[in-house]
């Protein structure tokens, strides 16, 4: 079974490969995901090291002037999706979302260097500068003190957790047009986010576009503004290794170093003493989600957190067949098959694990990377994953999760070589 799911991966990696650039899946998401290219990438490089570098090139060339990297890239308008380029209204050099995504790419341009020393130095050279860029963009108009915020839930990448209950409830998403959602077509209705979701969602994108995505006013009258913790860990660790490739290769660094700083700091923010974990944090309210969810424990990726995170951990470890789900399943709106709700998203684990090994908790990580090969092998390559039963949810044969048990989960192909963060 796992010789048969390796040549599966790449079947799937292969068939979602549009030349220069990878679709999640064909139907429900034709276009290029932000992050999901990124572990479309650490897939390839298992394989196909060239194809690794261009996934990630093509990805920086819909880069915005003022450094933001899309959340999606249209690159070919396909009707099937909605929100299209239409909706949305892009600024940037191809058509695209005016949102980003969580910045895992510094990371794991870091790790495909490590794997392609003689070539890779080029190709790192020639990402610094947008890297840079990019990372400067989330200081900028993310930044709260050192808590990165997002603007729009697609911006997590966790789109309808219960962290934006609240943020929520407060908005009123008035002038939005009728719209057909086209995702319920591919995917059974319970597992997507509610209607009410995307009233909201839709609001914010006319926002967006109705200033013409000037930053310093969507940061003005926005009223969802909400410190994550997936942008604050993803961004802390992203810039430990843009910092090490930068020091390697004798860029300057002070820049760098002083975002560290800053976001080291400013992360204690997301620590909710009332549940002992790290949580969302709504700017405009000053209040936490009270939600632990997959995310609080991306802390370790971030090189963050001790031990703090551990009781939590072994306790949900405890509750599910399958970790980790999205949402803590003692939490009141735990729903396991709803998206984001609930799920076990592969993706997660993968960044999960690789903290836990760094920090040296090497047996939850062995645990975790265990349960998700399982989950993986006994149940195909969906988006997402019941956590009690490992029942596949959402879409099929999808990229990330093919990457993922290519580079982590699967028990006979060689794991990915990442270097420590620092």
């Known amino acids: ?93 191809i058509p695209s979302s005016g949102i980003s995504q969580p910045p895992i790419a510094a990371t794991f341009v870091r790790c495909l260097w490590a794997q392609d020393r003689a070539a890779g130095e080029a190709k790192v050279r020639a990402l610094l500068p947008r890297l840079r860029d990019w990372h400067r963009w989330f200081i900028t108009w993310r930044g709260e003190g050192g808590a990165i915020c997002v603007t729009h839930p697609w911006e997590s990448g966790r789109d309808n957790a219960p962290d934006w209950d609240a943020p929520f409830a407060a908005i009123n998403p008035v002038g939005v047009e009728d719209y057909r959602r086209r995702d319920i077509t591919f995917v059974d ?126 306790r949900i470890f405890a509750a599910t067949r399958y970790a980790l789900p999205s949402t803590d399943p003692d939490h009141p709106a735990y729903e396991p098959r709803r998206y984001w709700r609930g799920p076990v998203w592969a993706i997660m684990n993968m960044l999960v694990g690789m903290g836990l090994e760094e920090a040296g908790h090497s047996d939850r990580a062995e645990e975790l990377r265990r349960r998700t090969g399982e989950m993986i092998s006994g149940n195909g390559f969906a988006e997402y994953f019941d956590p009690r039963d490992g029942t596949p949810a959402g879409g099929r044969n999808f990229t990330w999760t093919a990457a993922v048990w290519l580079a982590w989960a699967s028990p ?6 990442c270097p420590a963060s620092s």
């Open 1 to 93: 079974m796992t010789q048969m799911r390796d040549s599966e991966a790449r079947v799937i990696l292969d068939t979602n490969d549009k030349g220069s650039y990878t679709v999640p899946t064909a139907g429900l998401y034709p276009y290029q995901w932000n992050w999901d290219s990124v572990f479309a990438a650490v897939g390839f490089s298992e394989y196909d090291l060239a194809r690794a570098w261009l996934e990630l090139e093509t990805l920086f060339s819909g880069q915005w002037d003022n450094g933001m990297v899309p959340h999606i890239l249209f690159h070919q308008v396909d009707p099937s999706y909605f929100p299209g380029p239409d909706v949305w209204g892009g600024i940037g050099p």
């Open 189 to 314: 209705e319970d597992e997507r986010p509610r209607h009410y979701d995307y009233d909201r969602y839709l609001y914010l994108v006319k926002l967006g576009r109705e200033s013409h995505w000037d930053e310093a006013h969507i940061k003005e009258v926005s009223p969802f503004r909400v410190a994550d913790p997936t942008m604050t860990f993803t961004l802390l660790r992203a810039n430990r290794d843009l910092l090490a490739m930068s020091r390697e290769l004798g860029e300057p660094t002070d820049e760098i170093e002083g975002w560290i700083a800053e976001i080291e700091a400013g992360a204690e923010q997301l620590w909710n003493p009332e549940i002992d974990a790290y949580d969302c944090l709504d700017i405009r309210t000053g209040q936490h989600s009270g939600s632990i969810s997959n995310a609080s424990f991306l802390s370790w990726y971030a090189g963050l957190g001790g031990d703090r995170m551990l009781p939590h951990l072994d």
């Open 412 to 417: 006979t192909t060689e794991r990915i070589t």
